[in-house]
T-cell receptor, first 114, second 114 residues
Framework: NAGVTQTPKFQVLKTGQSMTLQCAQD?????MYWYRQDPGMGLRLIYY???????DKGEVPNGYNVSRLNKREFSLRLESAAPSQTSVYFC?????????????FGQGTRLTVV | QQQVKQSPQSLIVQKGGISIINCAYE??????FPWYQQFPGKGPALLIA?????SEKKEGRFTISFNKSAKQFSLHIMDSQPGDSATYFC?????????????FGKGTHLIIQP
């Protein structure tokens, strides 16, 4: 039972390059989330998907796009990476059943943009 | 506008002592308040959570105290152990529909000295 799996774990990009961060969950959860974590800033929501086929912006969506490929997979794309996007990215998922449910996080992707 | 304020930013406690971390929120729509624990190189993991219909919840050495009128909640770690050394995040979300992402505090880096 893997839970939430993120790939890659580490990545270095040059400014202007693009890349896609992958996330998959095997818990049959309907909601999935992308957060970024920066020192002293906590975790901030980038985008989320309440169910397959829907996506919504979070607190810091600029510079990112997402795709909910199916119920299991939710990807985050950086079209033109900038140094300000250097961060640790976490994917999370949870089962919606009226709230009060635990969100499970992946191990994170550490991204450096130079 | 920071919707969940967490303090202190860092905390050093002697083994066996009580660790106390405080959070305050602004959004009255929040009605689910979890605490997450994060070890270096890992994703956050749910530690304990509370709903506003109770003023306190205890699980082992961990207790959440909740003051709805003051819009404040806190985490108490009794008999703190070196293994409790981690970063702790308070969070909040509305429960309506269940899909909304968590709003996190900025985190508290806790060190338990042996």
């Amino acid at each position: 039972n893997a839970g939430v799996t993120q790939t890659p774990k580490f990545q270095v990009l040059k400014t202007g390059q693009s890349m896609t961060l992958q996330c998959a969950q095997d818990m049959n959860h309907n909601s999935m989330y992308w957060y970024r974590q920066d020192p002293g800033m906590g975790l901030r929501l980038i985008y989320y998907s309440a169910s397959e086929g829907t996506t919504d912006k979070g607190e810091v969506p600029n510079g990112y796009n997402v795709s909910r490929l199916n119920k299991r997979e939710f990807s985050l794309r950086l079209e033109s990476a900038a140094p300000s996007q250097t961060s640790v990215y976490f994917c999370a998922s949870k089962l919606n059943r009226g709230g009060y449910t635990e969100a499970f996080f992946g191990q994170g992707t550490r991204l450096t943009v130079v | 506008q920071q919707q969940v304020k967490q303090s202190p930013q860092s905390l050093i406690v002697q083994k066996g002592g009580i660790s106390i971390i405080n959070c305050a929120y602004e959004n009255t729509a929040f009605d689910y308040f979890p605490w997450y624990q994060q070890f270096p190189g890992k994703g956050p993991a749910l530690l304990i959570a509370i709903r506003p219909d109770v003023s306190e919840k205890k699980e082992g050495r961990f207790t959440i105290s909740f003051n709805k009128s003051a819009k404040q909640f806190s985490l108490h770690i009794m008999d703190s152990q070196p293994g409790d050394s981690a970063t702790y995040f308070c969070a909040a979300s509305p429960s309506r529909g269940g899909a909304d992402g968590l709003t996190f505090g900025k985190g508290t880096h806790l060190i338990i000295q042996p």
